[in-house]
Nanobody, 133 residues
């Protein structure tokens, strides 16, 4: 079982930056892909960014060029650096973990990196980001 805790949200102005953190406990973190998603009232949870177990990154179009996802396996933490924030970035941000790499005997089996929130097994409680104009 993996427990995830997000931190770093807050209220900022347009053009400001925030750094979100997702810290995991309960299991070795380095075989998991970790994604960031966001949600606003009345809307479905939306993909923002993902970092694979091998640190390959992928971003939603809305995040490209402004957000950077990174991981520090020694600290069981994934960060989402968000720069040049816009009002439309206002949402609750969630991190989620999907076990991507597993050993079957001596064979390392690696699954695909996914943007689908339904593929993620573990979720944090969310952190609110509000960007005011």
């Amino acid at each position: 079982q993996v427990q995830l805790v997000e931190s770093g949200g807050g209220v900022v102005h347009v053009g400001d930056s925030l750094r979100l953190s997702c810290t995991a406990s309960g299991h070795t973190f380095n075989t998991y892909a970790v994604g960031w998603f966001r949600q606003t009232p009345g809307k479905e949870r939306e993909f923002v960014a993902v970092i694979s177990w091998s640190s390959i990154t992928s971003y939603a179009d809305s995040a490209k060029g402004r957000f950077t996802i990174s991981r520090d396996n020694a600290k069981n933490t994934v960060h989402l650096q968000m720069d040049n924030l816009k009002p439309e970035d206002t949402a609750i941000y969630y991190c989620a973990a999907d076990q991507q790499a597993t050993y079957e005997g001596d064979l390392l089996v690696v699954g695909a990196t996914t943007r689908n929130p339904q593929d993620y097994d573990y979720w944090g409680q969310g952190t609110q980001v509000t960007v005011s104009s």
